[in-house]
């Protein structure tokens, strides 16, 4: 019987699992089997799954689309293993990850981990620039697994795992945006220890153009809203950050259009910041000067959508009823 059981929601993307797969079947310890959840795909990756079988202990299973969190915790339900691994399907798996995993938890056993995400060397040069807005200390204060962190560590969906402990107490994700934020914050509060496990890293695609990219951290900016509302002390000073740079933001380029032209220096100054940092970490002039562009869409979105999600839900009332608005999605 596995140790491991690795749970992966679909929807539509029968390249990645074909990606993703590939590399698991390619690691150097395979004491694990792997659930792939098809979420109601009008694309379904059935047969992809079946390349695998001869080299991996995969199942397979298609439900009809109820959402990723609903997804996940049917592939719970089926797993036999001791401990869950949640991968998203656009993730790709370095060959001695659960050689890392194993001997980490076996030098220091925790319920609950993370690890960090990472540009792949054959990523696109924007997945590049992408994976760099989304682990710098610059945009996110190394909330995300940096070796410098703002904030304690919160697993993230990408590569996170519990024990079927775990489970049996605290139940599986809720139907939400940031489920795994939402999970993360009521295994400690049932007494769980979590640690990130560095040498646990995968390779994360994320997204692939620039409009999908604004889309998905736009939704991240509203979702931490909800999780303040559902953990009133779960704001903390870093999440509002992005709302502080779009506001600033804005107040700069109204005072340098009415007062004076230099009053738009420290986003430029922040703009040199960001491209000095990122060509140091990528070696790349072109990626370092696209991850400019990608770090203000991400910075820009996540405001905007914070923002808007305080003034809807908290300054004009419309959040009282979260609770119910998640258990109508089906996720509790």
Known sequence: MPYFSVIVPVYNRRDEVDD?????????VKDFEVMIVEDGSTDPCGDIVDKYKD???V???YKDNEGRSIARNHGIERA???????????????P????????????????CFGGPDAAGEDFTDLQKAISFSMTAFLTTG???????????????????????????????????????IDMSTRIRQAGFDIRLIREACVYHKRRTSLKKFARQTYVFGMSRITLKLLYPDSLKLVHTLPAVFVLGCLALILLAIFW??????PLVLYAVMLWVSALVKTKSLKISLMAVVTSFVQLGSYGYGFIKSFVWKILLGHGRDINEEIAMRKGK
């Open 260 to 265: 004076r032209w230099w009053a738009i220096l």
């Open 20 to 28: 993703l797969l590939r590399s698991l079947a390619a690691q150097t």
């Open 59 to 61: 199942h397979y299973y």
């Open 142 to 180: 190394g909330i995300r697994g940096g070796k410098v962190q703002l904030e304690k560590f919160v697993p993230r969906s990408f590569n996170m795992g519990y024990s079927r402990e775990v489970w049996e107490k605290v139940g599986g994700f809720r139907e939400m945006f940031s489920e795994d």
């Open 55 to 57: 080299q991996i202990d």
């Open 96 to 111: 001695d990850y659960f050689a890392k995993l194993q001997t980490a938890l076996r030098e220091q056993y925790v319920p």
């Open 80 to 94: 036999v293993g001791d401990y869950f691994v949640f991968f998203d399907s656009d993730c790709v798996i370095p």
